[in-house]
């Protein structure tokens, strides 16, 4: 398995549930108007431009050449088990949240 485009699939499976989570949080900072909601919506909003920033960034440093690919590669499962574990995290508040 390459790591490296399963880092990448659990970043784009993030951006996707980070989504789902700013929708749910900005519906909730409508009703709710507390500065809790709104900083629930800037942390989620934080955490895509972080996940779109590793997708971005991993996806040059991958292309850069054949000199830096051993490391790139090196580093991928690092960076798997990193967007797994936070795959796993943001699927968990997207389903509390949507109950």
């Not at 409508?30 to 590793?54: D, E, H």
């Not at 490391?71 to 949240?97: H, K, M, R, S």
């Amino acid at each position: 398995m390459d790591f490296m485009i399963a880092a990448a699939i659990a970043a784009i499976l993030n951006i996707g549930l980070l989504g789902a989570i700013i929708v749910i949080y900005a519906q909730n900072a409508r009703l709710i108007k507390s500065y809790f909601t709104y900083g629930l919506t800037t942390v989620a909003s934080s955490f895509m431009v972080q996940n779109i920033v590793i997708v971005i960034f991993w996806f040059n440093l991958y292309s850069a050449g054949p000199a830096i690919k051993n490391i790139v590669d090196a580093a991928a499962p690092y960076l798997f088990v990193i967007n797994l574990a936070q795959t796993i995290g943001l699927a968990v508040l997207v389903w509390i949240n949507s109950k």
